[in-house]
């Protein structure tokens, strides 16, 4: 079955960085849309960075200019880079691959997740 595997979660300070990866099996990676999701405690799961099958991304306001998105369809991985990191980015982060608008409403895929905690 398809999985998702993130790794390079961890305990961090505050203003530190850290690389989130996520690696992909049994998809054609380079046709999903890859994004990187969190979950805080009580709150909603939200999107953090998307990047296309075109390697586009797009951020959520909050990490504009901290965090990037990139991919390495080679190895079907997709990276999370984070920096300038801050108490409120502690998270479970989830890494989701979709296809569904160019494979069908089942292609649609979710990581195990990951926990970021940065400490002040």
């Known amino acids: 079955q398809v999985q998702l595997v993130e790794s390079g979660g961890g305990v961090v300070q505050a203003g530190g960085s850290l690389r989130l990866s996520c690696v992909a099996s049994?998809?054609?990676?380079?046709?999903?849309?890859m994004g990187w999701y969190r979950q805080a405690p009580g709150k909603q799961r939200e999107l953090v960075a998307r990047?296309?099958?075109?390697?586009?991304?797009d951020y959520t306001d909050s990490v504009l200019g901290r965090f990037t998105i990139s991919r390495d369809n080679a190895k079907n991985t997709v990276f999370l880079q984070m920096n300038n990191l801050k108490p409120e980015d502690t998270a479970v982060y989830y890494c989701?691959?979709?296809?569904?608008?160019?494979?069908?409403?089942?292609?649609?895929?979710w990581g195990q997740g990951t926990q970021l905690t940065v400490s002040s």
């Open positions: 989701n691959a979709d296809a569904t608008l160019t494979l069908g409403r089942n292609n649609n895929y």
């Open positions: 049994r998809i054609t990676f380079s046709l999903y849309a």
């Open positions: 990047i296309s099958r075109g390697g586009n991304p």
